[in-house]
C-alpha cells in the first residue's frame, strides 16, 4: 500500500532552519500534486507548502518567503526548506498528496515529523 515517511523534524531556535523530507513507495510524486500540510496544538490541520504536478509551487502566506518546497524526481521524494523559523512554525509536519490520498474510503495520513521552535 502507499506509504509516506517523513523525517527531518527537531527542535531548533527561533531564526534556525530545517529541512524536512518526504519519501514515498507504491507512489510516483511526479505525477502528482504534493504537499505538505501541518497540525499545530489545538489547530486544524492545514496544508503550508504545495508542488504541482508540472512543478508550480504555491505557499500559505504564513511560511511565503521562508519555506521551499522541492521535488526529487529521482529519489521520489518531496522536501520542504524551512527558513527563519518562529515559534508558530511549532507542530507536527505530514506530507500527501493534494487532496490527501484515500485509500479504502479512508484519508492517509503518515506518522509525520514533529517540528519545535524555541523561542
Known amino acids: 500500500q502507499v506509504q509516506l515517511v517523513e523525517s527531518g523534524g527537531g527542535l531548533v531556535q527561533a531564526g534556525g532552519s530545517l529541512k524536512l523530507s518526504c519519501a514515498a513507495s507504491?507512489?510516483?510524486?511526479?505525477?502528482?500534486?504534493v504537499g505538505w500540510y501541518r497540525e499545530a496544538p489545538g489547530k486544524e490541520r492545514e496544508l503550508i507548502a504545495r508542488?504541482?504536478?508540472?512543478?508550480?509551487?504555491i505557499y500559505a502566506d504564513s511560511v511565503k518567503g521562508r519555506f521551499g518546497i522541492f521535488r526529487d524526481s529521482a529519489k521520489n521524494t518531496v522536501d520542504l526548506h524551512m527558513e527563519n523559523l518562529k515559534p508558530e512554525d511549532t507542530a507536527r509536519y505530514y506530507c500527501?498528496?493534494?487532496?490527501?490520498?484515500?485509500?479504502?474510503?479512508?484519508?492517509?495520513w503518515g506518522q509525520g515529523t514533529l517540528v519545535t521552535v524555541s523561542s
Open positions: 508542488i504541482t504536478e508540472d512543478g508550480y509551487k
Open positions: 507504491k507512489i510516483l510524486l511526479w505525477l502528482v500534486d
Open positions: 500527501n498528496t493534494v487532496p490527501a490520498f484515500v485509500a479504502a474510503g479512508a484519508t492517509y
